[in-house]
């Protein structure tokens, strides 16, 4: 986080973020992503997971400002492919990527008391895992930004067919949250890589649509929802890791 200091945030007006949802409806990916830089500078961050809306996201940062800040959440659970796209990524744009791991205060005792997989023992011991491991984390990279990015798109679940493309995120500490391929479809986004040859993880090559920890994601068959090989032992309910739990204006999710 380059020593950056901790934002200091107040929670924007509701209605001037709606105006700016509608003032941006019609702006490109591109155009939105040039308009948060602008506005946030490096107090902007973009979150990386590496699938393919995220490696779109980095293309078009990182063709904008190879110095923009983009984080990812290094659970320490990730697939190779997910290690491999990042390094290809990283060469690609020649970009350094801001690398958030846990905590290893918080890691070390919940692997020691429970053991590397309690995440399947219930609900409360996946999201503990979660917490430990992507939550909290992702607290500490937001607590330096006044703003944040994701490759959240309407298409990809039941859970996010409202998402905005500008709006605040009050769960995350009441900063703004772009969300500039929100209108994009399955097709924009593949249809986007392969134009620009954009490296992308492999494993959307094996009927993974979502991938998240090793453990905790599979390929899904046809037909099945995009996020259904996530935490696929659970209640579907329950399946979103808080990442992008629901704020006032939307319910945007990862
Ligand atoms: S997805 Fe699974 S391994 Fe990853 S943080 Fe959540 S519970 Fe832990």
Same mark, same amino acid.
């Given at each position: 986080?380059?020593?950056?200091?901790?934002?200091?945030?107040?929670?924007?007006?509701?209605?001037?973020?709606?105006?700016?949802?509608?003032?941006?409806?019609?702006?490109?990916?591109?155009?939105?992503?040039?308009?948060?830089?602008?506005?946030?500078?490096?107090?902007?961050?973009?979150?990386?997971?590496?699938?393919?809306?995220?490696?779109?996201?980095?293309?078009?940062?990182?063709? +904008?400002?190879?110095? %923009?800040?983009?984080?990812?959440?290094?659970?320490?659970?990730?697939?190779?492919?997910?290690?491999?796209?990042?390094?290809?990524?990283?060469?690609?744009?020649?970009?350094?990527?801001?690398?958030?791991?846990?905590?290893?205060?918080?890691?070390?005792?919940?692997?020691?008391?429970?053991?590397?997989?309690?995440?399947?023992?219930?609900?409360?011991?996946?999201?503990?895992?979660?917490?430990?491991?992507?939550?909290?984390?992702?607290?500490?990279?937001?607590?330096?930004?006044?703003?944040?990015?994701?490759?959240?798109?309407?298409?990809?679940?039941?859970?996010?067919?409202? %998402?905005?493309?500008?709006?605040?995120?009050?769960?995350?500490?009441?900063?703004?949250?772009?969300?500039?391929?929100?209108?994009?479809?399955?097709?924009?986004?593949?249809?986007? +890589?392969?134009?620009?040859?954009?490296?992308?993880?492999?494993?959307?090559?094996?009927?993974?649509?979502?991938?998240?920890?090793?453990? !905790?994601?599979?390929?899904?068959?046809?037909?099945?929802?995009?996020?259904?090989?996530?935490?696929?032992?659970?209640?579907?309910?329950?399946?979103? !890791?808080?990442?992008?739990?629901?704020?006032?204006?939307?319910?945007?999710?990862?």
């Amino acid at each position: 986080m380059s020593g950056l200091a901790m934002a200091q945030n107040k929670i924007p007006d509701f209605t001037e973020v709606i105006a700016l949802d509608r003032e941006q409806a019609d702006a490109t990916a591109d155009e939105l992503l040039r308009w948060g830089l602008d506005r946030w500078g490096d107090r902007l961050v973009v979150a990386s997971s590496f699938g393919a809306e995220d490696v779109v996201l980095v293309d078009l940062v990182a063709s +904008i400002d190879r110095n %923009a800040r983009i984080f990812t959440l290094d659970t320490g659970r990730l697939h190779q492919e997910t290690y491999d796209v990042m390094e290809r990524l990283r060469r690609r744009y020649d970009i350094k990527f801001e690398v958030v791991t846990p905590r290893t205060e918080l890691l070390q005792p919940m692997l020691q008391e429970k053991g590397p997989n309690s995440f399947y023992e219930s609900v409360d011991a996946r999201k503990e895992c979660c917490n430990i491991r992507k939550m909290e984390p992702l607290r500490r990279v937001l607590a330096t930004a006044d703003a944040w990015v994701t490759g959240i798109r309407r298409g990809q679940s039941v859970t996010r067919t409202d %998402a905005p493309r500008v709006t605040i995120d009050v769960p995350n500490g009441g900063i703004y949250k772009l969300n500039p391929l929100a209108n994009w479809s399955e097709d924009d986004v593949w249809n986007h +890589i392969r134009d620009n040859d954009v490296p992308y993880n492999s494993l959307h090559d094996c009927g993974f649509p979502s991938i998240g920890c090793t453990p !905790c994601t599979r390929a899904i068959k046809p037909g099945e929802d995009v996020r259904a090989g996530r935490w696929w032992w659970e209640d579907p309910t329950s399946r979103e !890791c808080g990442l992008h739990a629901r704020a006032s204006t939307d319910s945007a999710n990862l």
